[in-house]
């Protein structure tokens, strides 16, 4: 991931890592993650999102 977001922040001339590079270099890799996963292995991918999700609640108290 931070390479992604090394090579974005250079690609746009950025002598500095600003906000937009890191938004940009998440939302890519969420767009490959998205081709490269099946779609019938969301309904499997769920459960753990959903579990996950319930523990970072319990986390913030």
Avoid: N, W
Wanted: proline share 3%; hydrophobic share 35%.
């Amino acid at each position: 991931m931070m390479r992604s977001v090394c090579q974005t922040a250079s690609t746009r001339k950025h002598e500095k890592i600003i906000s937009e590079d890191i938004e940009y270099a998440v939302k890519q890799q969420q767009f490959s993650f998205e081709r490269f996963i099946p779609e019938e292995h969301y309904a499997h991918l769920y459960p753990i999102r959903f579990y996950l999700s319930c523990q970072i609640m319990q986390f913030r108290g």
